[in-house]
């Protein structure tokens, strides 16, 4: 019972999955004494066209942050927030009675909407009144709505 059979892997005669078999790859060769830092050398079919996207992409950073910012508007909420404070410049609890949320939750989120740089914030005795940090939010926005629009039309 020690001894393995072709059909089994263990000696217990369980047979055993069978995957799918894979094609074999070979990766491509660094060379020696390459830098395992420097990005390997990738095959492209248009090396022009791809310099010149390469050449038009902003930087990883700024990328990373506009991810952000866009990932932010991400929820229903959230962006009914941003829309109600480009209408105008509103304090917690208006923007709490606004959006049927509570308090803490509303103050919470709007913490958030000025991390990600989208609202701005000024103190006015104990009151916080929120407004839209630049027009340019509500330009995106009214892009996404117009892209519904057109998106919707299409179908």
Do not use: W
């Not at 208006?94 to 509570?102: G, P």
């Amino acid at each position: 019972m020690g001894k393995k059979d072709k059909k089994t892997n263990r000696s217990d005669d369980r047979p055993t999955i069978e995957l799918r078999s894979r094609p074999k790859l070979k990766p491509k060769k660094r060379p020696a004494g390459g830098d395992r830092g420097e990005p390997k050398e990738i095959s492209v079919f248009d090396p022009d066209a791809v310099e010149k996207v390469l050449d038009s992409l902003p930087a990883k950073d700024q990328v990373a942050r506009a991810a952000d910012r866009l990932a932010g508007l991400g929820s229903s909420a959230r962006l009914e927030a941003v829309i109600a404070l480009g209408a105008a410049e509103l304090c917690v609890g208006d923007v709490a009675a606004v959006l049927a949320l509570s308090m803490s939750a509303t103050s919470t989120m709007l913490k958030q909407l000025r991390g990600l740089g989208l609202v701005t914030s000024r103190h006015a005795g104990k009151q916080i009144y929120y407004r839209l940090a630049s027009q340019q939010t509500t330009a995106l926005i009214d892009l996404s709505f117009k892209l519904d629009v057109t998106i919707s039309g299409e179908r």
